[in-house]
């Protein structure tokens, strides 16, 4: 598979029904490996063998929690094991909304026959299965379904008016990721798809662009919606800039074509393998479905974030970079949307950019709540599957920024938890404001991997937020 002869590494990939046989040769030594599959621990696996193997690293191995000496945090635990069995991939990215009914909660599902869990609470201790957005069988025609086809992500409700409006992530059948948009009269449905993407690539679809100019470029697709309602009533709607699914193939292309660049980029010889390895094998990834394509180069991401300053310096030096610069930098934008969710006023706002160390190459799960008079975003950074996934917060005084950060997470790992991400705020149960947010388990982590739902109480100040 390698064309140029001065990586170490040749890589011939074969598909065997379900799972791909790997053939490596790395200095007159050969191995060989099958994978049953193309699920995540299907190629966690492969790449212990490879590390145990060839010295590789490991996709988690560059990043350990940061817990410190002191004590732990006062998070609370409210879901922590699976309640209903057709809830595969546990309560990630989980948006809580408070309402007369009680707290609704609604949570990402992956691949899962049945979109979307919706569950019930009325003490936030006790929680019921209420149903699915879209069962089985019912997901929008535009939107891909099926196991390792579909990717359902990052739903979350709004009242607005006398309806309920939910904005979620979807794959179209392209394989681009895009933003629906579904409204129904309760919580509990019946949901309704508008019936085609509110956007799509970063395309505003609602109302389309001029027919007569070509569209432009579709750059990773658009991922995490989060529809904010001011005290005026005016509905918001912020979304992530997915391009950090877009660097790490074209990185490894790069090295491919010009493989001195690793060393320059990779201070250990693990990394530097694990950069060699990618190289290698990146025409084939190059031909996977998209969440395989993450599980291939998962351990050169976790090496690029291993030392994120020197992989950005050098690759800011590189003139035949600035493609991959680019998609490093995952933008949250905003923009007003109609009164009747149907159409945008006016022209995206870029509101924060991952420019913070411990961010790593992306931010995303915006949530915005207003507080004390001021609009504050919290959002996550760093890769979702990793410890060093973090929530962040920023403030400013329109929905629409300037936004300033406070320069640490508001959360981080610890000993207990891992991960703590996409947090959602709602008020207590005494009206005080509460984050709720996802982990996984110590240990743990990766795509269908069971997340908990945990919260916390907040505190905010004129400038800066806290949990306490």
């Known amino acids: 598979m390698s064309e140029d002869q001065t990586l170490p590494f040749e890589v011939d990939a074969v598909a065997v029904g379900e799972g791909t046989r790997f053939t490596v040769t790395r200095a007159g030594e050969t191995r060989s490996y099958h994978l049953p599959g193309g699920e995540q621990h299907h190629y966690t696996s492969f790449h212990e063998e490879l590390a145990r193997d060839f010295g590789t690293s490991l996709p988690h191995g560059t990043c350990e929690p940061t817990a410190g000496d002191g004590p732990e945090p006062d998070w609370q635990p409210l879901i922590t094991s699976n309640l209903n069995a057709r809830i595969l991939a546990g309560y990630g990215d989980p948006a809580v909304l408070r309402t007369d009914q009680g707290y609704f909660l609604v949570a990402t599902s992956n691949d899962a026959p049945d979109a979307f869990p919706i569950l019930r609470s009325d003490d936030l201790k006790t929680w019921e299965p209420m149903g699915f957005v879209f069962p089985e069988g019912e997901t929008p025609d535009w939107a891909a379904a099926g196991r390792q086809v579909a990717d359902f992500w990052a739903p979350e409700m709004a009242k607005v008016g006398d309806e309920y409006w939910l904005c979620y992530t979807a794959r179209q059948k392209s394989n681009a990721l895009a933003i629906g948009l579904a409204k129904a009269p309760s919580p509990l449905g019946p949901w309704r798809d508008v019936g085609r993407p509110l956007l ?230 005494g009206g005080e404001p509460q984050l709720f947010f996802h982990a996984f388990f110590p240990g743990r982590g990766g795509y269908n991997e069971f997340r908990a739902l945990l919260t916390a109480r907040l505190r905010f100040g004129d400038t800066s937020a806290e949990v306490i």
């Open 200 to 429: 799509s690539g970063g395309i505003v679809l609602y109302p389309p662009t001029d027919p007569s100019l070509p569209a432009p470029p579709m750059s990773g697709g658009v991922i995490d919606s989060h529809i904010f309602i001011d005290a005026d009533g005016s509905p918001y709607l912020f979304w992530k800039q997915d391009t950090n699914g877009v660097w790490p193939r074209p990185l490894a292309g790069l090295m491919r074509q010009r493989s001195e660049l690793i060393a320059q980029l990779f201070e250990s010889e693990a990394e530097r393998s694990t950069a060699a390895f990618a190289a290698a094998v990146q025409p084939w990834a190059n031909g996977r479905r998209p969440m395989e394509r993450f599980f291939l180069m998962q351990p050169l991401i976790a090496a690029a974030l291993g030392d994120w300053p020197r992989v950005r310096r050098v690759l800011e030096a590189c003139g035949e970079a600035e493609f991959i610069l680019d998609a490093m930098k995952t933008p949250i934008r905003a923009q007003r949307l109609s009164d009747d969710g149907m159409s945008f006023i006016g022209e995206p706002t870029i509101v924060l950019s991952n420019d913070l160390d411990w961010e790593g190459h992306l931010i995303e799960g915006p949530w915005v709540t207003r507080q004390q008079g001021r609009y504050w975003l919290f959002y996550a950074g760093n890769d979702f599957c990793t410890p060093a996934y973090g929530i962040g917060v920023a403030v400013a005084d329109h929905p629409l920024g300037p936004y300033e950060k406070q320069s640490e997470p508001l959360l981080r790992s610890t000993a207990s938890w891992w991960a703590p991400g996409h947090a959602s705020v709602a008020p207590g149960l």
